[in-house]
T-cell receptor, first 110, second 114 residues
Framework: AQRVTQPEKLLSVFKGAPVELKCNYS??????LFWYVQYSRQRLQLLLR??SRESIKGFTADLNKGETSFHLKKPFAQEEDSAMYYC????????????FGTGTRLTIIP | DVKVTQSSRYLVKRTGEKVFLECVQD?????MFWYRQDPGLGLRLIYF???????EKGDIPEGYSVSREKKERFSLILESASTNQTSMYLC?????????????FGDGTRLSIL
């Protein structure tokens, strides 16, 4: 069974400090991984996907198959990064289901 | 831009009532999903649909059913509402085969069962 673990429910970081949100997954096939973000009073939205190897709003995430991790990183936190972050795992079964982690609430301290 | 619209932002119902949550998307997406979002539990999939009249159970389907009579509309039905179904409900849609299968979410319906 596929599973996503986000070990931190809450994370507080000072403005300007580096941010790392942890995500570990369990999946026997080739994973497709995503980070979704929900800002206060906004809808949940896609932040980035591993396949695109992109940097969005200064965030990056590298898939490490050896450690089965997909941690989200940003070198210098900004106050507008405060939000709820979810890691999600797709599958290769031919359907479009995603398995979400339990989420990490990131708070940036001014 | 993809628009996923959920019919109500807030809804209050009584125990035992039959409750309908409606979701409409305007981008001709094949796939639609219903999740519930609870603090500490994240998003849990209730049901999803990959085509009109097609549906599959998610991780927590008990007490729920769904209907998809038209491609753009996906309804979640609470057959007999109970207090433990008080939650935030999120609808999402996605395009089959889109790069990385990104899901697009609605604003959510906060449902309270009294």
């Amino acid at each position: 069974a596929q599973r996503v673990t986000q070990p931190e429910k809450l994370l507080s970081v000072f403005k300007g400090a580096p941010v790392e949100l942890k995500c570990n997954y369990s999946y026997s096939g080739s994973p497709e991984l995503f980070w979704y973000v929900q800002y206060s009073r906004q809808r949940l939205q896609l932040l980035l996907r591993h396949i695109s190897r992109e940097s969005i709003k200064g965030f990056t995430a590298d898939l490490n198959k050896g450690e089965t991790s997909f941690h989200l990183k940003k070198p210098f936190a900004q106050e507008e990064d405060s939000a709820m972050y979810y890691c999600a795992l797709g599958n290769n079964f031919g359907n479009e289901k995603l398995t979400f982690g339990t989420g990490t609430r990131l708070t940036i301290i001014p | 831009d993809v628009k996923v619209t959920q019919s109500s932002r807030y809804l209050v119902k009584r125990t035992g009532e039959k409750v309908f949550l409606e979701c409409v998307q305007d981008m001709d997406h094949e796939n639609m999903f219903w999740y519930r979002q609870d603090p500490g539990l994240g998003l849990r999939l209730i049901y999803f649909s990959y085509d009109v009249k097609m549906k599959e159970k998610g991780d927590i389907p008990e007490g729920y059913s769904v209907s998809r009579e038209k491609k753009e509309r996906f309804s979640l039905i609470l057959e007999s509402a109970s207090t433990n179904q008080t939650s935030m409900y999120l609808c999402a849609s996605s395009l089959t085969g889109a790069p990385a299968r990104a899901q697009h979410f609605g604003d959510g319906t906060r449902l309270s069962i009294l």
